[in-house]
């Protein structure tokens, strides 16, 4: 920010507002609105050194004047209305003052907490007036700006930290409203009563714009239940009825009715359900209450509505050929990168996402919105009594996590049918790619299958430890076609398993003779089979159990004294989530009902073990390794300043070797930042140290991993 100087008289419509600049008056700029000016008039400009009050730092405002300077884009201002209006609630009889855009300045007129809009660039009198000055301009790109919401940036910005609401405030003209819904009255009785979508692809970059072939294949999936509607502002896309043409949409278009913002908000108030990539339509919609899909691929879209109670974000799981994503580039004026490699308009990602996914995420908004729904009574973990509260919603399931013991569930409970997993598509759950259960069924002989499953790093991590326990009788439970039998088959152990698809059990008895028994619990088994065991394993079983406290204690009861049993499970504070937080809605990983139906945090899986009677409880995860890191971390390229002045640039390919080389003491040592978590639990007393056991492990399988055995000639 400068502040500038007219040399002369100044007659100049510019950033939304006419200005009637006398010689010498001042005026504060934000450095990228000085540059938007035309040459001619940032000449009739000269900089002034004035001295600017100081930056707000959570002071008491008691009777005190605060300037926020924002230059602000429409969804921007809006994202700031929560920490204006706590402030303002905190400090009742302070003076609050907010420079905005013209273009930004229509969504915050008439807010009651909001004293005075002044424009952007700022006179200077106004300015000085000002007891503190909170400068919420020049933020994209910047890392603060990159990694909050704008709703928790600008919390942060005015030290306010949580609002008792954290949607912003939208005012609805109501003519404008009475205007609009003749017409969408209008759409609902063509439509023999539809509900109403608004679909608003068109994004403020290219980037970020949805493909209107999206567009058709959603209208096709939602077509019994909405019709669609268009509402494109007058600075956006001009070709919106060619696109619809040109795709066959059959979309109602009342971009030509959208005359300002004002229009846009009306339209929202009146939709019944938005799907949008425009993140100021979002947040319209988030201050209005309507289920709301996010579609987003550059920018995380759970980063954008994570405050929202209403909005289900959906992202893909993308990696291209020059980017991860979400890459986090704000793009304005042509392709991404990625794009233009691939000779496409629009961006890969958004491409890759699929239509079902979207539809069904609106599903779930819609589910989002419901206020009397079943919730659990208890946990069913640790029994905890009392208000457990929602998580997520998803593949329309609802996801409660206990305040207790940490364990995340769905409720009421949906196991899904692993017959019908192996022998077809699972048509209800998300996925965007395979389900792992086809991949098990394309087998080779004993010797491959033994190499290859050995390799990985959630079975090689286990070599070590599986090598230096007494051998005896070994149950694998959910066995699947029997790959760990043969592993530990040739370890020495007596091999059985029990699995729940039939198909399973067929392929291990037929291809590997196997002693496997079809059984979906415990209680199904035969007491022939029942005989203790020395050893039990469960690997990615307990998240499908929907009585986990019985299984593990059935467990238990079915092991010898002193004998041990090994689980996993996916992990909650993997690499990945570490990196980037836990993120809801991941649709690409099946970590959902009905596939998985309770997810675990380390001191959850240990609580219960314990309480199922464990006496020896050991927690792990696979070893982090350079695959890992690059699911959490996405390396960019950098241009580095050499000291005598030249620059050199560093591309994605070295920044990734340096990355993964400087975390090589990780790859050895971390415990829980792997993509696979265990829990060693022995019943009894044990005389073998687990735990020096363990550490070697992770060492040796981190070693073989990344480097291999060394042994080529």
Request: hydrophobic share 40%; aromatic share 12%.
């Amino acid at each position: 920010m400068k502040v500038w100087k007219a040399k002369g008289r100044i007659e100049l419509n510019f950033n939304g507002y006419d200005f009637h600049i006398k010689p010498g008056d001042k005026f504060l700029f934000a450095d990228d609105v000085f540059n938007l000016l035309p040459e001619q008039a940032k000449s009739a400009f000269e900089q002034a050194h004035s001295v600017l009050p100081p930056f707000y730092k959570g002071e008491p405002l008691r009777g005190k004047t605060l300037l926020v300077i924002a230059q602000a884009a429409i969804g921007d201002a809006l994202c700031m209305t929560p920490a204006l209006r706590e402030i303002k609630k905190k400090y009742p009889d302070m003076t609050l003052n907010v420079s905005i855009s013209g273009r930004a300045k229509p969504v915050l007129e008439g807010l009651p907490y909001i004293d005075n809009l002044l424009p952007m660039p700022i006179p200077f009198k106004e300015v000085a007036r000002a007891d503190y000055i909170v400068k919420v301009v020049e933020m994209v790109n910047t890392p603060q700006f990159d990694n909050l919401s704008l709703i928790d940036y600008y919390l942060w910005k005015l030290y306010i930290y949580k609002a008792e609401k954290e949607t912003p405030d939208v005012l609805v003209d109501e003519a404008i409203l009475h205007e609009m819904k003749e017409r969408f009255d209008r759409i609902r009785e063509a439509s023999g009563g539809k509900k109403v979508l608004l679909f608003h692809y068109l994004a403020s970059s290219v980037h970020r714009t949805l493909p209107p072939r999206l567009l058709k294949e959603i209208e096709d999936l939602i077509w019994d239940e909405y019709v669609p509607v268009i509402c494109a502002l007058p600075d956006e896309d001009i070709t919106v009825e060619t696109a619809l043409d040109v795709y066959g949409i059959r979309a109602a278009n009342f971009s030509v009715f959208m005359k300002d913002i004002k229009y846009l908000i009306a339209s929202v108030a009146l939709s019944d359900a938005v799907i949008t990539a425009d993140t100021a339509t979002l947040h319209i919609a988030a201050g209005l209450g309507k289920p709301t899909v996010l579609i987003s691929g550059p920018i995380d879209a759970e980063l954008r509505a994570s405050n929202y109670s209403t909005v289900i974000p959906v992202s893909p799981n993308y990696k291209g050929q020059t980017c991860i994503s979400p890459c986090m580039q704000h793009a304005t004026t042509e392709p991404c990168i990625e794009a233009q490699v691939k000779r496409q308009f629009y961006s890969p990602c958004i491409d890759s996402i699929p239509p079902k996914v979207i539809y069904l995420a609106l599903k779930d908004a819609e589910l989002l919105l419901q206020k009397e729904y079943e919730k659990p009574e208890r946990c069913i973990v640790c029994d905890f009594n009392g208000d457990i509260p929602l998580f997520e919603v998803i593949n329309s399931a609802r996801v409660f996590e206990c305040p207790s013991c940490g364990l995340q569930f769905t409720y009421p409970m949906k196991v899904m049918d692993y017959d019908e997993a192996y022998d077809k598509e699972y048509d209800n759950l998300l996925k965007f790619g395979e389900l792992s259960y086809e991949f098990y069924q394309n087998l080779k002989d004993e010797k491959v299958e033994i190499e290859n499953w050995s390799r990985l790093p959630r079975f090689n991590i286990l070599i070590p430890i599986l090598s230096l326990l007494p051998k005896g009788r070994l149950l694998d439970i959910g066995c699947s076609t029997g790959f760990f039998m043969l592993i530990a088959k040739k370890l020495g152990f007596e091999v059985y398993g029990m699995e729940a698809s039939e198909k399973a059990v067929k392929i291990a008895k037929d291809k590997f003779k196997l002693n496997v028994v079809q059984a979906l619990t415990l209680d199904e088994l035969s007491e022939e089979v029942k005989n203790p065991y020395d050893i039990i394993t469960a690997f990615e079983v307990l998240e499908h159990v929907h009585e986990p406290m019985k299984f593990l204690t059935d467990i238990y009861f079915l092991l010898k004294q002193e004998g041990i049993f090994i689980l996993s499970c996916p992990p909650f504070y993997k690499f990945e989530n570490t990196a980037k937080g836990y993120r809801k809605y991941k649709w690409w990983y099946n970590d959902y009902p009905p596939h998985h139906v309770t997810r675990w945090k380390p001191w959850t899986l240990h609580y219960s073990l314990k309480k199922a009677g464990f006496d020896e409880v050991h927690l792990f995860t696979e070893p982090l390794i350079p695959g890992t890191v690059l699911e959490g971390v996405n390396p960019f390229s950098v241009n580095l300043k050499l000291p005598d002045g030249k620059t050199i640039n560093i591309d994605t390919n070295l920044t990734k070797a340096i990355v993964l080389e400087t975390l090589k003491p990780l790859y050895l040592n971390s415990r829980l930042l792997g993509n696979f978590q265990y829990a060693i639990a022995v019943k009894g007393k044990n005389s073998i140290n687990l735990e020096e056991i363990i550490k070697k492990a992770i060492k040796y399988s981190a070693v073989e991993i990344i480097w291999g055995k060394g042994d080529k000639l």
